[in-house]
């Protein structure tokens, strides 16, 4: 067993989520591989990854960020031989034309580089990355920056890739952080993505919510799908009217389970419709009977607008906004 290996195993996973796996140490050195060589891409919405690859020129890849970030397919000598070869072994390439296509995307913020699945994101299990993520570690930063006590138990429900268990593990190498989803696939790849960033207090655990999941919590972080997505994809799709039932739900769940002074960071979406947002109003009652502290601010006023003509969900919606709430337990 390589070192590779040794650190996947070290870490373990929940049913389903296989660890150890030559398939899983070969995708950890490719990621090695590709941050040696000093990789960059920052992923954007499905809409402008449409628009940018329906560009002419754009058919076929010609560089590693092509294949690795904007999904396109590649012929012979486009990638070089090392990465083709640990590619191959990872199980991340499939035919596609006279050429191939890469089954995985690569996107990376600050020094880190995490794995995520490949666009179009059209099965039921994948893994999605991007603005949101962003904004979402964005509003990590900012509060463990200003947050005091130490964290010793950490839980980020619906953990996708794992940045945001990933970025509090970081920062609080002695806390135990649990990456919770579940979406076995996404296991996976915060379990590789973990070792990619040299994570080692992340644990990935399948539940449902915190229901797999034992004691009390110093911090819970989420960002949950809050769409609704006539397809009902996991990573999109959010529940309730409006795509806030999952957004909820975390809320509900975390009341229960925060120690005392323990926070809750939610990063969400809510559409509103007629000035109101009736994701704030329910939250605050909630919040209000359990005796928390909180706040609550809009990060983003508008964002996927092209749901408010596409989705009848959305008919009545002016905009979708982007939030930040923080929610305090007493004690």
Known sequence: MNALQAGLTARPLQAGSPGGSPEDAALVELGMALKNQGYRYTAVTPATHTLVNKRQGNEWAKSVEDVFGWSRPFRAGVMPAALMTLMR????????????????RASTIKD???????????DTDAVFFGPDTYRFIGAIDQHLTTASGPLRRVADIGCGAGPGAITVALRHPHAEVSAIDINDQALRLTNINAVLGAANNVRPLHSNLLNAADGMFDLIIANPPYMIDPTRRAYRHGGGALGEGLSLAIVDAAVQRLSPQGVLLLYTGVAIEQGIDAFRDTVIQMLRDAGFQWSYREIDPDVFGEELLANPAYSRAERIAAIVLTATRGG
């Open 89 to 104: 072994e990872a199980g991340v390439i499939t035919p596609h034309d006279e050429g191939w296509r890469c089954r995985l």
């Open 112 to 122: 880190s580089l995490f794995f995520h699945s490949a666009y179009p994101t059209d």
